[in-house]
T-cell receptor, first 108, second 112 residues
């Protein structure tokens, strides 16, 4: 059975802090790993990773994949209150399997 | 472009009633998906359609049926609703199955 596990389940930080969210997976026929942000509505796409060791970056957010150790991390630097959301990791292996998400709360 | 649209936005059903959730996308995507999201949990795949004319079961298909009516539309049917099906339902689409997915606004379904 395909499995995606995210940690921590929740995290509370203050503005300006740097956070690292983790996603580990056990799937057959891995094709890609995707990160989404969900703010009380529909998830929105952040990154898609297919190759190990290549960092994807967008502003203060970055992500990297390790296909040997079967995990990915999502980093957010200089956090802002607008970063408060649930961050979802999904692995595509012909069909999508999502983790349960990490709830990030950024306090002013 | 409207992206992915879903109807209805909210629905309350009694146990045993049936209903169909509608989803349409205008991005010419090949693949479409139905998920449910229970409180505090991630998305669980109910059914997906990799391309027009095909549908496959996801992680939690029991109690649901789907129809890929054409390339744009993918509907989800509950034949006999149960309280365990109370959830938020999201439809999504992607160019191909391993590309990023675009989500509709969701349908909040309550079964009493």
């Amino acid at each position: 059975e395909d499995k995606v596990v995210q940690s921590p389940l929740s995290l509370v930080v203050h503005e300006g802090d740097t956070v690292t969210l983790n996603c580990s997976y056990e799937v057959t026929n891995f094709r890609s790993l995707l990160w989404y942000k969900q703010e009380k509505k529909a998830p929105t796409f952040l990154f898609m990773l297919t190759s190990s060791g290549i960092e994807k970056k967008s502003g203060r957010l970055s992500s990297i994949l390790d296909k040997k150790e079967l995990f990915s991390i999502l980093n957010i630097t200089a956090t802002q209150t607008g970063d408060s959301a649930v961050y979802l990791c999904a692995v595509d292996c012909g069909k999508s399997t999502f983790g349960d998400g990490t709830t990030l709360t950024v306090k002013p | 472009n409207a992206g992915v649209t879903q109807t209805p936005k909210f629905q309350v059903l009694k146990t045993g009633q049936s209903m169909t959730l509608q989803c349409a996308q205008d991005m010419n995507h090949n693949s479409m998906y139905w998920y449910r999201q229970d409180p505090g949990m991630g998305l669980r795949l109910i059914y997906y359609s990799a391309s027009e004319g095909t549908t496959d079961k996801g992680e939690v298909p029991n109690g649901y049926n789907v129809s890929r009516l054409n390339k744009r539309e993918f509907s989800l049917r509950l034949e006999s609703a149960a309280p365990s099906q109370t959830s938020v339902y999201f439809c999504a689409s992607s160019a191909l199955t391993d590309y990023e997915q675009y989500f509709g606004p969701g349908t909040r379904l309550t079964v009493t």
